[in-house]
Nanobody, 124 residues
Framework: QVQLVESGGGLVQAGGSLRLSCAAS????????MGWFRQAPGKEREFVAG????????NYADSVKGRFTISRDNAKNTVYLQVNSLKPEDTAVYYC?????????????????WGQGTQVTVSS
């Protein structure tokens, strides 16, 4: 069982940055691939970024490549999402998710555990 708690969201102007964090409970965090998803009002949840259990492999949605960076600190049971050059279309609730696998799935159905989400709002 893994419990996930996101933080770091907020209101930011276009072009700004935020650092989202996802703290995980449990001593087996290192065995989980992690992902970040987002969901805007009226839209489906979409994949943003994923990272392997070791941190050695990452993948990103095309819409965020070059602007977002996912990382993890296994000693702190935490995964991060650095979001830069934010655009109004990045406005959404951001969720972290965990899957007991070495590589992160890119589909929400592939994840077993989810956090409650953190709101990111980008003003133009």
């Amino acid at each position: 069982q893994v419990q996930l708690v996101e933080s770091g969201g907020g209101l930011v102007q276009a072009g700004g940055s935020l650092r989202l964090s996802c703290a995980a409970s449990g001593r087996t965090f290192i065995r989980y691939a992690m992902g970040w998803f987002r969901q805007a009002p009226g839209k489906e949840r979409e994949f943003v970024a994923g990272i392997s259990w070791s941190g050695g492999s990452t993948n990103y949605a095309d819409s965020v490549k070059g602007r977002f960076t996912i990382s993890r600190d296994n000693a702190k049971n935490t995964v991060y999402l650095q979001v830069n050059s934010l655009k109004p279309e990045d406005t959404a609730v951001y969720y972290c998710a965990a899957d007991r696998a070495s590589q992160p799935p890119m589909r929400a159905e592939g994840y077993n555990y989810w956090g409650q989400g953190t709101q990111v709002t980008v003003s133009s």
